[in-house]
């Protein structure tokens, strides 16, 4: 079962209801529904005192990971939001934007790479921006995600030929077979090493592990964080939930 960045924040922020007195609680004038979960937590707790000492170290590593998390996309922004190296597709002036952290050379990844394609379609108002991880060849200077990028950047019109080529490609890259695509899209000067493509993926890299994304797919969704893949019917509503924010 996936959680969503909101659903873990509620779970822990209902741990820390523990901390407080039942006076305390009173006096905040919470809703009955809100009372009677935050009763029945403090009972459970009661019940099994053996748990309070690792769900308190456990709330505060949280907290920990939640503060991060939120300062390392704050300082990032501009550089995942606003960036024309990125590439992206969808609204110009979107109403939502969908950070896609994704791999080339990632199965689930090509399976939700269309989803979220056909959903830019249905929905004109969303954006979506790949933000390129090559975890299967990060060792490999010659890889799916700086070929992608060196044409994204270098030879535009041909980008969408190439990505669909290299999602649709059952399997891992490997020189081969971005050589294949290369020769069929007339790109081939696009899988020179070039610097800034380079540094770019090692950026995006190090953003993934600092946002603690434990692999691709994942997708920043609004103040969600999506991990692994969704099919459109259990994607879709989550969209729709945050478009009519």
Known sequence: MKTTHKQRAFIWIS??????????????????????KINE???????????????????????????????????????????????SYGAKDPKLTIAFFTDYSCPWCK??????????????????????????????????????????????????EVSELLVNKPGSHNPASLLQVAKKTDTREQLEEINKTQQQVTKNYQLFAQLGLQGTPAMLIGDEVIPGYLPIEKLEPIIQAQLAK
């Not at 590593?61 to 300082?75: G, K, S």
């Not at 990032?76 to 190296?85: A, G, L, Q, T, V």
């Open 15 to 36: 741990l820390l209801m523990m901390s407080l007195t039942t006076a305390t609680l009173h006096a905040a004038a919470l809703p009955q529904e809100t009372e009677q």
């Open 41 to 87: 937590i403090n009972q459970i707790l009661r019940d099994n005192p053996q748990v309070v000492d690792s769900l308190h170290e456990s709330l505060q590593r949280y907290i920990h990971q939640q503060n991060q998390f939120d300062a390392v996309l704050q300082q990032n922004n501009d550089y995942i939001y606003n960036n024309p190296d990125q590439p």
């Open 111 to 160: 399976k939700l790479t269309p989803v979220l394609q056909q959903l830019t379609k249905k929905y004109p108002e969303i954006k979506v921006i790949d933000i390129l991880v090559p975890l299967k060849e990060i060792n490999s200077k010659q890889n799916s995600a700086t070929y992608a990028l060196n044409t994204w950047q270098n030879k535009p019109s041909k980008f969408a």
